[in-house]
């Protein structure tokens, strides 16, 4: 158990389609992330949450639209995606934000755009 | 900008064999650098860590020393199993701006065969 969740694991969604990533973490931190995972590429980061304030939005589509109701959850919203959106979507948290602390990732979410 | 340079892979070894995966950085100041594991089809798990320069991060076996010098963060195993064939991502988080943003490699494949 890595103390970060991510639901679901799994997601093939239509370019037409709605669909919410979640993810819940359980170490009492004040920071969330989302990263983005794409094949032979780096990890992208997405967004920054510090104390349910966005703090980093990474020039990312607004397609994506994250949500951050208390320190503990974390979605990101997706509405008409593109086939080459998909892919890993990570979900991270550390007790603050700042280069000291520690970062957790969740599992993640596999995404599948068809 | 800060970046991160790792060795090309895949790294393929036998069991039992030494392993040095090379990682450099660029960055203002002194950021603090990780070592990111993912196993097949699963998320990022911390390896280890160092926050200043000389630090030894050190976990399962792996280990990796902060050289300012070189500005680099290799990450070395004495003798590797199969069950350490994964994905391997060199980090940083810089100290400036304190946005929380880690940077990644690439990332080196290892496979380890018995």
């Known amino acids: 158990e890595t103390g970060v969740t991510q639901t679901p694991r799994h997601l093939v969604m239509g370019m037409t389609n709605k669909k919410s990533l979640k993810c819940e973490q359980h170490?009492?931190?004040?920071?969330m992330y989302w990263y983005k995972q794409s094949a032979k590429k780096p990890l992208e980061l997405m967004f920054v949450?510090?104390?349910?304030?966005?703090?980093e939005n990474n020039s990312v589509p607004s397609r994506f639209s994250p949500e951050c109701p208390n320190s503990s959850h974390l979605f990101l919203h997706l509405h008409t995606l593109q086939p080459e959106d998909s892919a890993l979507y990570l979900c991270?948290?550390?007790?603050?934000?700042?280069?000291?602390?520690?970062?957790?990732f969740g599992e993640g979410s596999w995404l599948t755009v068809v | 900008g800060d970046s991160v340079t790792q060795m090309e892979g895949p790294v393929t070894l036998s069991e039992e064999a030494f392993l040095t995966i090379n990682c450099t950085y660029t960055?203002?100041?002194?950021?603090?650098l990780f070592w990111y594991v993912q196993y097949p089809g699963e998320g990022l798990q911390l390896l280890l860590k160092?926050?200043?320069?000389?630090d030894k991060g050190s976990n399962k076996g792996f280990e990796a020393t902060y050289r300012k010098e070189t500005t680099s963060f290799h990450l070395e195993k004495g003798s590797v199993q199969v069950s350490d064939s994964a994905v391997y991502f060199c980090?940083?988080?810089?100290?400036?701006?304190?946005?929380?943003?880690?940077?990644f490699g690439q990332g080196t494949t290892l496979q380890v065969k018995p």
């Open positions: 991270a948290s550390s007790q603050e934000v700042g280069s000291g602390n520690t970062i957790y």
């Open positions: 170490l009492g931190h004040n920071a």
């Open positions: 949450y510090n104390f349910k304030e966005q703090t």
């Open positions: 960055a203002t100041g002194y950021p603090s």
């Open positions: 160092a926050t200043k320069a000389d």
């Open positions: 980090a940083l988080r810089s100290r400036s701006g304190n946005t929380g943003k880690l940077i």
